[in-house]
């Protein structure tokens, strides 16, 4: 059984590998054209490849659903401008939730 409150609620992390000189606001501003309410979790560099763990919020598991083909259809078909070079999904954690 799954409980959620509406102060918590659902969501997914959006996980993008990058080139080191990606803009990750360009980035978001793709991935917000589609959730409109998606945030920057974190966002770390190494060498030449960086990591953007993206927040897409959602009040239940299935709303984002529907949104995935154009979200993953714009950010593969921008993938080279963009700098990314994977793409990964999960539900958000606990620890997603309550450290941001």
Known sequence: MIVHTKSIGF??????????????????????????????QKETHANKCSELQIILPSDTIDELKPLFPKLFNGLSAKKEELGIINIGIGLTSMDDVFVR
């Open 11 to 40: 969501g997914y992390n959006l996980k993008l590998s990058t080139l080191s000189e990606a803009e990750s606001y360009k980035i978001l501003a793709e991935v917000k054209s589609v959730v409109s309410n998606a945030f920057i």
